[in-house]
């Protein structure tokens, strides 16, 4: 299964960086082979001040050895293996009428000191975070998710939707990080569920992620904006970053297992402002995105 998987993501990243690429028509990815001293390595692809695209990346990693001690806790676990390989991105646009996308596509696998597998399982999602609330975003990206959900389990959209409001929030400042999408992880064999189901589950939500934002990047990139727009933008990255230092699994698991940092901050936006005690003017697009972020709705 890791292999797998592995191979899956290759192509996938392969196919994720040549239609953004297309879509940003300036700027290329640039790419960089690394290895862990502990155990495995990645590949990292960034893209960077293009015509659409200010910063991105599209990263995929297999990592492996023995489970770090903090991990150890973490999973309340003792001295064990691991395996780890997933594909992870995160692009921030120029335009603060295009949104901001994250997503992530993971395997793990854990084993005794005998080589044995002791555990396994899938994780991931996508989710959307706009500066700009465009009604119509948010229905497409979410339709998308759930036509994928839908081919695998009647459930799987309204409960990976709920995990990812849940899973994104800031609980400091009490508001989602964006408008969601789906999150869902220790994703494990059981009687009615085998892990064959649960990487064809896995891999169709990750064959669908250019349908759900390709389309709104193409229908947003060139509306016209202020600097009061990029203002706002830069301001609302700033809560993009908290999240994703303070409250981010995979952040913390890429520190705590001695990840490649250049990769695992890739995700952080290259402007960014922190503004004291900041609140939108009443009645304003600001405000209307605020109100949706401390209460949040279906979208389908």
């Known amino acids: ?26 700027a290329t990815f640039r790419q960089d082979l690394w290895e862990r001293p502990e155990g495995g390595g990645g590949r990292t692809r960034v893209i960077e001040n293009g015509a659409v695209f200010e910063k991105g990346g599209v990263n995929i990693s297999a990592v492996h050895g023995s489970l770090p001690q903090a991990m150890q806790t973490y999973f309340k676990v003792g001295d064990v293996d691991f395996f780890a390989c997933g594909l992870s991105l995160v692009i921030h646009p120029k335009n603060p009428m295009v949104p901001t996308v994250h997503a ?11 080589g044995n597998t002791v555990d396994q399982w ?67 064999a059981s009687e009615d569920f085998m892990l064959d189901n649960w990487y064809d589950f896995v891999t169709e939500v990750g064959n669908s992620f250019l349908e759900a934002y390709v389309p709104i990047v193409e229908k947003r990139k060139n509306l016209e904006y202020t600097p009061e727009n990029r203002n706002w933008q830069e301001i609302r990255r700033g809560r993009y970053v908290e999240f994703n230092l303070v409250h981010d699994k995979g952040t913390l698991f890429g520190l705590k297992t001695n990840g490649r940092i250049e990769s695992i901050l890739m995700s952080l936006p290259p402007h960014v402002q922190w503004v004291y005690d900041h609140h939108p003017e009443a009645g304003s697009e600001e405000e209307k995105l605020i109100n949706i972020l401390e209460n949040p709705i279906d979208w389908i």
């Open 1 to 26: 299964m890791k292999n797998k998987f592995y191979a899956y993501i290759q192509t996938l990243q392969d196919k994720i960086t040549a239609e953004l690429e297309r879509v940003d028509g300036q």
């Open 104 to 114: 992530n596509w993971r395997y793990f696998e854990m084993y005794d000191k005998e």
């Open 122 to 188: 899938f994780g991931g999602g996508q989710d959307l975070t706009p500066y700009y609330l465009f009604e119509e975003d948010a229905r497409h990206f979410h339709q998308t998710c759930k036509s994928a959900c839908d081919k695998h389990h009647p459930d799987f959209y309204s409960k990976f939707k709920k995990q990812c409001d849940a899973y994104f929030w800031n609980a400091h400042r009490n508001e989602a990080r964006g408008l969601g999408g789906l999150f869902f992880d220790y994703c494990k």
